[in-house]
């Protein structure tokens, strides 16, 4: 009989045509499960530096809002234009890329930003005083004199207990004196709250016990008497009318910027000064650069701040204005005819540093009462989009206009691969008056 043809086993396994077909399934699936998990990356790494730029815009604003309210505390008045207001700007600093938020020595602030200054008494108390009693006055000769404007040296006398019977912690007093720091004192009249002096204190002179501060101060002759005399009328010659002091307190200063840090990048930085200095504030013959650079924020790219101020600007209304653009306030005994309008294109309104064309130097400006800060955070996230996205080109932010050779180069092509967000917060002064 003829030989049969094997017949093919069960374990002869697929063909490579199966397995060729088996292959593409397997490669088409890995590409997709692939892509999925690529996609699921790129959102990811999206959602994750938007988290953290949207973080930094909060802890910028919950960093400067509080400081803005606080300005004038203690009764330092407001005066955009004069160098002895409770709020200042320096507006879009100079085209020199070299400038500084101090001196020479301390840090750059990135062109084209702004510098927005705050002073007041922050962090310390403000001390209710035993009015004629509180303020001892020396003249050159070191007579005692009762004559304010002769004074070039006095002391100042602060009770753990207010005449009213509140008790008033003398800490800052005491570490001021005991760790030597020459500190801005503010004292103001009990007549007239608008009369008001800063002088120096004296640490080595000063003595604070448990129950009382007794604080030595030079009007003249001091390291920042000097800069602390521009900060109140006429001096460093004390007002006639500050025989009685009503309040005293210890006077600060802080400068928000921009801080232009080449290797990681820009950041919304605060620095403490003297009042009134250039000088990093701090203990005597102490290096204190450090408090000239506390970052708040990373990848900050820009700072703007316009001023809200009753000027002569807008125009009276037989209704009250409606928002936006119109900010209705109680200033005066007409509320109806008495607001802070902002126009459309900047111009001419009562908002300062809100167009190019603003001068601060013009009259319409000069003892116009401040009543809001609008603060311009332009952020930006810390890594570039992984993807080929572009973000819209900034054209303006208040008086800053983005031009193609803008410093902060925030419209190049490599820039706009960032994911940029801008948080605008409008601040009503408390201590505005």
């Known amino acids: ?77 407001f005066s955009v234009t004069a160098p002895g207001g409770a709020v200042a700007v320096r507006d879009n600093v100079g085209a020199n890329t070299n400038i500084a938020v101090g001196d020479a020595t301390s840090p750059l602030v990135v062109q084209s930003t702004d510098v927005l200054t705050v002073r007041g008494e922050f962090s310390a108390p403000v001390y209710q005083t035993l009015g004629t009693a509180a303020v001892v006055y020396r003249n050159a000769a070191g007579n005692v004199t009762t004559d304010p404007t002769q004074a070039v040296t006095g002391v100042l006398t602060i009770s753990s207990t207010s005449p009213a019977g509140v008790a008033q912690n003398l800490k800052a007093l005491s570490d001021a004196v005991s760790n030597n720091v020459p500190e801005a004192l503010l004292m103001v009249s009990s007549r007239d709250a608008s009369t008001y002096a800063v002088v120096q204190l004296n640490p080595g002179a000063s003595n604070v016990t448990a129950t009382q501060a007794t604080l030595a101060f030079q009007v003249t002759g001091g390291t920042n008497s000097a800069a602390y005399a521009t900060l109140f009328p006429g001096g460093p010659t004390l007002p006639a009318g500050l025989t009685r002091i009503n309040y005293a307190g210890i006077l600060e200063e802080y400068r928000f910027y921009i801080r232009n840090a080449a290797t990681t990048g820009p950041k919304l930085s605060r620095a403490r000064f003297f009042p009134g200095t250039q000088t990093a504030w701090g203990p005597t013959g102490a290096n204190n650069s450090a408090n000239l650079q506390v970052d708040v924020a990373d990848d900050i790219l820009d700072l703007q701040v316009a001023l809200g101020l009753d000027t002569s600007n807008h125009v009276a209304r037989a209704t009250p204005p409606d928002p936006p653009g119109l900010v209705l306030t109680t200033i005066a005994a007409d509320p109806v005819n008495c607001y802070i309008s902002e126009a459309a294109n900047g111009q001419n309104d009562d908002w300062l540093y809100n167009d190019t064309t603003d001068n601060a130097a013009a009259a319409v400006w000069t003892n116009a009462p401040l009543y809001y800060v609008r603060l311009s955070l332009l952020a930006r996230t810390d890594r570039r989009d992984p993807s080929y996205y572009q973000a819209p080109t900034v054209n303006r932010i208040e008086d800053h206009v983005y031009a193609t050779s803008d410093p902060l180069n925030v419209n190049t092509v490599a820039e706009r691969r960032y994911r940029r967000r801008l948080l605008q917060t409008t601040i009503d002064v408390r201590n505005a008056s």
């Open 1 to 77: 009989m003829p030989a049969q043809p094997p017949r093919p086993s069960r374990q002869s396994g697929f063909t490579l045509i199966e397995l060729t077909i088996a292959l593409v399934v397997i490669v088409e699936l890995l590409l997709a499960i692939f892509t999925l998990f690529d996609f699921s990356y790129r959102v990811s790494h999206i959602q994750t530096n938007l988290a953290d730029m949207q973080q930094s815009l909060r802890v910028a604003q919950t960093d400067v809002e509080p400081m803005v309210r606080m300005a004038g505390r203690g009764g330092l008045p």
